[in-house]
Structure formats: structure tokens, C-alpha cells
């Protein structure tokens, strides 16, 4: 958002905060309202005064820093903080420079020996052009912080074991080109894309719906290409906040942020192998950036250093959706796009995949027969008939979890359709339905405008997507490939009682 826009913002929200400080004073019940909002909430609260006297602290402010509230309240912040000083609090830099401080990561020490992360947020508290204080607002990820970094410690490891190079890396790319069941032309063609890919370096993005096989079919390049026996690294980009992915990626060296550490970057770690970065349009625009430069430059600087590291890595990327809808929605920066997108596979849904349906139940059936000790022959006709029917919107892991499930409770040597998941049995109703809706021919009445007739049919589809979900608009919304506020809303056109 350019700086104007920003500052206009900012106004507003001042003038808003204002006008409700005016309302909380003359409704007593809203003052109370707002407090037990910010006792209950998850995030630490902490509010001082102009001069930097605490005059507000929650519970779970008290539980981050190891302190009773009552020893804070009433109390200057550096008399209570004695790490701090008059620089490095956020609390006191916002009451004298008047400035906001947003999503700052900071690591510490509590009073109780802990040693903590959090997201800051910090905000100046303007009452009529005058400064009365400052907020800030901190989030808990020390347990989140030490996962990521416990899992990256060990990915260096396992890679750094000598002698066992050829372990290390299978241990975390187990999936082969073997591993990809199917045998339907539109698997076929992506299977072999993918083969050749492997024998390249050039960016790969992998594109498909929740459940395609994703992983699957990127461990199986990593383990065919020449980078087979060095670290195969993955990391979902939804998975953690900005601040958080930002070191876990680039790395971090010791003074960086408050409690910094000297830490390789997943960039690092994955040097001479492969980094595959899934979720990417979840990335931060900020860190795409960041990630581009690395992409044509070859080199990663790690949070706070002034020192570039060369790095080998041949990055794959995924997306559950169309680019350039992300793209058009902020998402994904364009260059970004252009520069991933050497080589694209299109992972297809298992509802165009003819056949696989049956070939990945065996494969199911085996492996938990194998796993539960069972001697599970099939699925029963009319199962069979379901599963063809049937439009898989979880794809092929909905199916693996279906047979799964089918095979925990299981007492014959066949899978019957009560042995399914609702969905999917229940859709046997619409499958056999004499009454369901039908696809029927549509002609063109006289007088009728284009415009009307593709409400007609479009009406249509709506209404038979409704049946065959048995009402579930977001199972409807899967059948049609359309994003369930999508479909909400047409429904409210079509049907405004709906």
C-alpha cells in the first residue's frame, strides 16, 4: 500500500478509535465488554502510559514473561524489564516516536528461565492529537518456532551424517516414479513429463487439487534426478508466520532479532539438492521477493547478515490453485510466476483419471491388508459402481482414507457400500434415483435472449450439483470446480430463499 494511502488509513482508524473511546464513556458495559475481550483473547496485551508506566497487562502477557500482573502494573517498563532500555523497547520507542512497530520478532528469556518467541505488534494510543500512551500486542510461537527448528536441525543432520549420504536423503524422498499408481492417458502424460524434468535443473511448479499427489510426484523427480543422493528438503508455506518462514528459510545470524541464534536456512540445508517450497502463493509477497532474488542470483543472505552464502538448490514448487487467479488476487507476484514456471505439471483430478478409480482401491486394499493383518479381497459390485460414480473431491487421498476407514471396521472379504464415509455412500442415492434431475435437452425458446438461456441452463447444473451433494453447498460447489462463496451466491440469485 503506497505511504499516502497508509497514512490516510491510519487517520481513519485514529479518528474510529476516537469515536468509540467517546461511546465506551458513555456506556459503561461496553468498557467492560472490551475488557473481558482482551482478558480472554489468546494474544498478550501490555498498555503503557505516555511516560511508559503499565497500565494495562492480561494474563497471557503475565504467562509469556513468568511475571505476576500485579508486579508489572503501576510499574515503568525498565524497572521491570531490566534487559531493556530506552532503544530496544518496542513500548517506549512507539511513545517517542509516534510510530507504529509491526510484526517484530523477538526471542527471550522469561523470569522463570523459559526461553520465548513472539510477534510483536506494537501501536501509539492518540486521544485528540495527543499521545496517552502505547499497545502492543504479542503472539505466542515458541512452541511453533522450536518444531521448525528442531525439524530443520535434524534435516542438517541427517544430511550432514558421513557415510550415509544415500539414507539421509531417501529417508526424506521415500516416493519413486514406481510409487505413481495409475494407468489412465491423463497420468500417463504427467508421469512422463515428470521423468523427463528430472534429468534437467530448471524450476519446476507442480499445480493441482488437494489430494492429486503433489509430493508424491516431486520426491519421485528428486529421486530420478541427479540430485538424488543430496537433501531433499520440504517446507509448506502456509505453515508459518511471515516472520517465522523468513528465518526458517534464509537462516538467521546471532543479533539479527532479539535471541537470535547463528542457524543455517533451509536454502542451506538443501544446498546441492532439492528445496520444495508447497503452498507458494500462501508465501508473503515480502518473501517472494526474497526468493526471487535467490532464484536468479544463486546466493541467500540469512536475516540481518550483511554476508551473501552461495547455494546450489533446485527449487520445486507447488499451488492447489490457478496462478494467475493468485496472481490477480495479490497472491503470487507475477515474476515470481514466470521465473518457477519453467516446467508446469497438471496434476489431473482422479475424476478424469478413467480407470485409476479401481487400480488405486487395490493398491488401498493391499497395503492396509498388509498393514491391519487382513485378507480383504475387494470391493463389492455395487461398491465398485459408487467408487465409478462417485466425483472425488478429496481425489486420491479422499480414496485412501475411504478404504482405510472401510478396512477398520470391515468383518467380510468385501468392502460394502456401509462401509464407506457418508458422502460417498450416501451418493448411491442420487446414482440410483429414479427421480433425481436428469441432464435434459435444452432448446432455444422464441423471444428467449442469450442472456436468459444461460441462467436457464446455468440454473440447471446448480440444481442437479445441489442433488447430487444432497444439499451440502460446499460438496456442491466441488462438483462444479467453483469456490463455495461462488456457489453461495448463485444460489441466492437463482433461489433467493435458498
Known amino acids: 500500500m503506497p505511504e499516502r494511502n497508509m497514512l490516510k488509513s491510519r487517520h481513519k482508524c485514529q479518528k474510529d478509535g476516537d469515536d468509540e473511546m467517546a461511546r465506551t464513556e458513555s456506556a459503561p458495559w461496553l468498557r467492560q465488554t472490551l475488557l473481558t475481550l482482551l482478558c480472554s483473547i489468546d494474544e498478550g496485551v501490555h498498555i503503557v502510559d505516555e511516560t511508559g508506566v503499565t497500565v494495562y497487562y492480561n494474563a497471557q502477557a503475565a504467562e509469556l514473561d513468568g511475571l505476576d500482573p500485579e508486579s508489572v502494573l503501576g510499574k515503568h517498563v525498565l524497572d521491570v524489564y531490566p534487559s531493556l532500555n530506552a532503544e530496544n523497547s518496542t513500548l517506549l520507542q512507539v511513545c517517542r516516536h509516534k510510530r507504529p512497530v509491526l510484526s517484530k520478532q523477538q526471542s527471550f528469556t522469561n523470569f522463570k528461565g523459559k526461553k520465548i ?14 499521545l496517552v500512551g502505547a499497545v502492543e500486542v504479542s503472539q505466542n510461537l515458541t512452541t511453533v518456532r522450536e518444531l521448525s527448528e528442531k525439524l530443520a536441525d535434524l534435516q542438517a543432520q541427517a544430511h550432514e551424517s558421513p557415510g550415509e549420504p544415500l539414507f539421509a536423503a531417501r529417508s526424506l524422498a521415500r516416493f519413486t516414479f514406481a510409487d505413481i499408481i495409475g494407468q489412465s492417458g491423463a497420468l500417463l502424460l504427467v508421469k512422463l513429463q515428470a521423468e523427463r524434468s528430472a534429468h534437467t535443473q530448471s524450476s519446476l511448479l507442480v499445480l493441482g487439487a488437494t489430494g492429486t ?20 528438503i520440504a517446507q509448506n508455506c502456509a505453515a508459518l508466520p511471515e516472520t517465522l518462514l523468513e528465518s526458517i528459510l534464509f537462516g538467521t545470524i546471532r543479533g539479527s532479532f532479539t535471541g537470535a541464534e547463528n542457524r ?18 500462501a508465501m508473503p509477497i515480502s518473501l517472494q521477493a526474497k526468493l526471487l532474488r535467490v532464484l536468479q542470483d544463486g546466493y541467500v543472505r540469512r536475516v540481518g547478515d550483511a554476508k551473501v552464502r552461495s547455494v546450489d538448490v533446485r527449487i520445486i514448487t507447488a499451488m492447489n490453485e490457478e496462478p494467475f487467479a493468485a496472481i490477480r488476487k495479490g497472491q503470487l507476484r507475477e515474476d515470481l510466476y514466470y ?25 488401498f486394499i493391499e497395503h492396509y491388508n498388509r498393514s491391519f493383518g ?9 461398491t465398485a459402481e459408487i467408487f465409478s460414480a462417485y466425483h472425488w473431491p478429496g481425489n486420491v ?45 435444452f432448446t432455444l425458446r422464441v423471444g428467449q435472449s442469450l442472456h436468459d438461456a444461460l441462467e436457464e441452463v446455468e440454473g440447471r447444473f446448480l440444481e442437479q450439483a445441489m442433488q447430487q451433494a444432497r444439499g451440502n453447498t460446499t460438496l456442491a460447489a466441488e462438483i462444479l470446480r467453483i469456490p463455495r462463496q461462488t456457489m453461495q451466491y448463485k444460489l441466492r440469485s437463482h433461489y433467493p430463499r435458498h
Open 117 to 130: 518467541t513472539t510477534v510483536n505488534t506494537t501501536l501509539p494510543i492518540i486521544l485528540e492529537h495527543r
Open 213 to 232: 499427489g503433489k509430493e508424491l510426484v516431486v520426491q519421485a523427480v528428486h529421486n530420478a534426478s541427479a540430485r538424488r543422493h543430496k537433501p531433499f
Open 264 to 281: 543455517p536456512g533451509l536454502f542451506e540445508v538443501a544446498s546441492g539438492g532439492t528445496l520444495f517450497l508447497d503452498e507458494i502463493n
Open 339 to 363: 521465473r518457477i514456471n519453467v516446467v508446469t505439471l497438471r496434476l489431473p483430478p482422479l475424476r478424469e483419471r478413467e480407470g485409476d478409480c479401481h487400480l488405486l482401491a487395490d493398491h
Open 374 to 382: 487382513l485378507k480383504v479381497l475387494g470391493l463389492a459390485c455395487e
Open 397 to 441: 487421498r479422499e480414496l485412501q482414507h475411504a478404504i482405510e476407514g472401510a478396512m477398520n471396521i470391515i468383518s467380510g472379504p468385501y468392502i460394502l457400500p456401509q462401509h464407506l464415509p457418508p458422502q460417498i455412500a450416501d451418493s448411491a442415492f442420487y446414482i440410483n434415483d429414479k427421480n433425481a434431475a436428469a441432464p435434459l435437452p
